[in-house]
């Protein structure tokens, strides 16, 4: 799940919505969970180097977020557990 699915999900994001926002301690969460999933089962060493790389999409991502998500889209990646049910939140 490289940098192609957080682009996937920031597009989605970037969808105009008429509902209300979410905020960015709900952002900051469902980025951490997405960080979560994407690193289960990941040897120590990858688990380490992936996140220091997922780092640098945190800002970017909790940008879009705040800006255009709707609290509904930020709810489904905080209630994923597996990466299929990140794939069924675009």
Request: hydrophobic share 40%; with cysteine.
């Amino acid at each position: 799940m490289p940098l192609r699915f957080i682009l996937g999900l920031l597009a989605l994001l970037t969808l105009p919505h008429c509902t209300d926002r979410a905020t960015e301690a709900e952002c900051d969460r469902a980025f951490d969970q997405m960080q979560k999933i994407r690193t289960e089962g990941q040897p120590d060493m990858v688990k380490v180097v992936t996140l220091h790389k997922g780092e640098l999409e945190r800002l970017p991502f909790l940008e879009t977020c705040v800006d255009k998500a709707n609290p509904a889209e930020v709810r489904c990646l905080l209630e994923a557990r597996t990466k299929s049910d990140l794939t069924r939140c675009r």
